[in-house]
C-alpha cells in the first residue's frame, strides 16, 4: 500500500456539497469523487471460500484464496476482513502474513492449515467445516448509507474520546459505497487503537490505488473498490500511520 502526502481534494465548496448525497449524519461531509482508472480490471473472483475452525472451537475463521496472490480471512468476532499476502515456508507449504509482518496461517503443501492468534502463538490446526460465499465487499444503499454513518459517528465520539468527520464521495454506486463505509469503519477502528490521535476529519476519496495519509488534524484515505478489500487501508495500516510507525509514500 502507498500514502501520499497532501492529497488535492478540491470542490468542497457549498454548492458542491449541496449537490452531494446530503447525508444527515452531523459531521459527515461530501467530497468530489476522483475518476476512475478504466485500465484497471477487478482482483477478487466469487469462486468460493471456507470456513474452518479449530479442534476445540474456540477460533473460527473463513479463508478465501479465490483473489490470486492476495488471500482474505475473517474471524468470526472480528468486523474486519483481513487481506494476507502468502510467502513460501519450508517443504514448499505458504505461510501467510498479515501487512506488519505477524503470521496468521500456514498451510502445507497439502492443504492443511495451522492458525496463529494471539491467544494461540504456537499455532493449532484448523479443520475445513464446509464451503461459504466468498468474501467481498457488501453493497449499501443510500438509506443504509445515512444510518451506517450516524452510527459511526457516535461510536467514533465514544471509542476516541472527540468528534471526527468524515467526508465521502459525492456519488457512489451501491458497489462503491460498500467499500468506502469499511474504509470508514477500518478508519475508526485503526484511530481508536492508536495511543493517542488528534485527527478531526477523514476524507475518504475513490482512486485507482489504496493511499493512506496523515496531514495534521486530517486523515486522507483513498480506496480502490474494483480490488475488493485489498483495495482500502486495513485497521492496522491507520493505527500505524496515525501513531508515526510509518512514513513515507510507500509501505
Known amino acids: 500500500m502507498s500514502e501520499s502526502h497532501g492529497p488535492s481534494l478540491g470542490g468542497r465548496s457549498a454548492a458542491a456539497l449541496a449537490a452531494a448525497l446530503a447525508l444527515s449524519a452531523p459531521g459527515v461531509a461530501l467530497a468530489q469523487r476522483q475518476p476512475q482508472d478504466p485500465a484497471v480490471r477487478p482482483l477478487y473472483q466469487e469462486t468460493g471460500a471456507t470456513r474452518y475452525s479449530t479442534p476445540d472451537g474456540a477460533v473460527r475463521f473463513v479463508f478465501d484464496r479465490s483473489g490470486g496472490r492476495a488471500a482474505l480471512v475473517r474471524f468470526e468476532g472480528d468486523p474486519e476482513v483481513h487481506v494476507l499476502r502468502p510467502v513460501m515456508g519450508a517443504g514448499g507449504g505458504e505461510i501467510y502474513r498479515t501487512e506488519d509482518g505477524a503470521v496468521e496461517l500456514r498451510v502445507t503443501p497439502h492443504g492443511g492449515i495451522t492458525v496463529f492468534t494471539r491467544a494461540i502463538r504456537t499455532g493449532a490446526p484448523a479443520s475445513e467445516e464446509g464451503r461459504v460465499a466468498p468474501l467481498t465487499p457488501e453493497q449499501v444503499a443510500f438509506a443504509e448509507m445515512q444510518a451506517r454513518f450516524q452510527q459511526l459517528q457516535a461510536q467514533s465520539r465514544r471509542r476516541i474520546g472527540q468528534t471526527v468527520m468524515f ?60 480490488m475488493g478489500f485489498a483495495g482500502r487501508p486495513s485497521s492496522i495500516a491507520i493505527r500505524n500511520v496515525v501513531s508515526g510507525e510509518v512514513q513515507g509514500p510507500e509501505q
Open 167 to 226: 467526508t465521502v464521495p459525492a456519488r457512489m454506486t451501491a458497489q462503491e459505497a460498500g467499500i468506502v463505509i469499511d474504509a470508514a469503519e477500518r478508519a475508526a477502528q485503526g484511530l481508536s487503537a492508536a495511543p493517542m490521535t488528534n485527527v478531526q476529519q477523514v476524507i475518504i476519496s475513490i482512486g485507482p490505488t489504496p493511499r493512506v495519509v496523515l496531514n495534521g488534524d486530517r486523515l486522507f484515505i483513498q480506496v480502490a473498490p474494483q
